[in-house]
């Protein structure tokens, strides 16, 4: 019995591992690209680099209170008359408050999801029916970085924001310590992407992500980041790069490339 159930399970598991679920949904459309660079994640004008500018504010499903930051989706529109069939690589920088779309998406997508010279004809739907799936977000020259927020102040508190997040994974939690020591104390989001700690240690610093990986969570560690005197304002590689990719639940998987 307990070995049919195991067999079971695994049949299961098997059926419904999926790193590209594929979701049915609508988009609505923004044509201001600073709608969405001063976006709740924090990005700034940072977010413009990203994914060609490609940017997308997302619901809270998606937006997961900041966890969803930098997430990178493809997402095309289910009219073949007026759309590609590859459609938009985006970037999430932004929560988007009215549920009655998934996405609202930047200029720039609505430009890479057309036919050409149809972008307008889109817009002036409103809302499409769209399908999407979750995508690794890539930076082949960019390891993950730390950004150091401008309302830190040495030594007393630290707000940070990561930077050049790849794979398809979110960071739940970053803990921070001088380099060489194990004594390490946990950062909190603050908002968006943004963690901050009040307990900063001296000297340099390493940090540790955890990432959702697999149906679970892994360390990412970054043995040395910010130097003993580390600025706000100034960015800090870390050395390591993430890759992971975190499964969701969903029958059929889609295995086809858009
Ligand atoms: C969008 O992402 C998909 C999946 O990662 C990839 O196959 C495709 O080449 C990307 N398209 C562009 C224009 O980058
Ligand atoms: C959308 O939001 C409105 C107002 O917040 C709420 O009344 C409604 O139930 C929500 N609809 C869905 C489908 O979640
Ligand atoms: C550990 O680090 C915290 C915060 O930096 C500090 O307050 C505490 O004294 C340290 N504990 C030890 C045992 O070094
Ligand atoms: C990324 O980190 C590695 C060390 O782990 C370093 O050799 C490399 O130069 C870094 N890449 C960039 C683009 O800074």
Redesign the pocket.
């Known amino acids: 019995m307990a070995h049919f159930l195991w067999f079971l399970f695994l049949l299961l598991s098997s059926a419904t591992a999926c790193d590209r679920c594929v979701h049915q949904s609508k988009a609505s459309f923004v044509t201001s690209v600073a709608a969405l660079t001063s976006g709740s994640c924090g990005y700034g004008s940072f977010a413009i680099g990203l994914n060609g500018g490609n940017l997308a504010a997302g619901v809270s499903s998606l937006y997961k209170g900041g966890a969803g930051c930098g997430a990178c989706y493809q997402i095309r529109c289910k009219d073949p008359k007026f759309c590609t069939s590859t459609g938009a690589n985006v970037t999430l920088v932004d929560h988007n408050y009215d549920n009655r779309t998934d996405f609202v998406l930047g200029f720039f997508a609505l430009l890479d999801m057309a036919h050409d010279g149809m972008a307008r004809d889109i817009y002036k739907l409103g809302i499409v029916d769209i399908e999407y799936k979750r995508i690794p977000c890539v930076y082949e020259d960019q390891n993950l970085s730390v950004r150091v927020e401008e309302s830190s102040q040495r030594p007393y508190y630290l707000q940070i924001k990561p930077l050049y997040q790849g794979g398809q994974t979110e960071i739940v939690g970053i803990d ?3 380099v060489g ?1 194990s ?3 946990s950062m909190s989001r603050n908002y968006g992407a943004v963690w901050d ?1 009040n ?4 000297g340099a610093l390493q940090f540790r992500f955890v990432v959702t990986s697999g149906y679970d969570g892994k360390w990412i560690w970054a043995k040395s980041v910010l130097p003993a005197d580390w600025k706000p304002g100034e960015i800090y590689d870390s050395g390591v790069q993430i890759t992971e990719i975190a499964q969701e639940s969903c029958y059929p998987c889609d295995y086809g490339n858009w």
């Open positions: 921070v310590a001088e020591s004594n390490w104390s700690t307990r900063v240690p001296t």
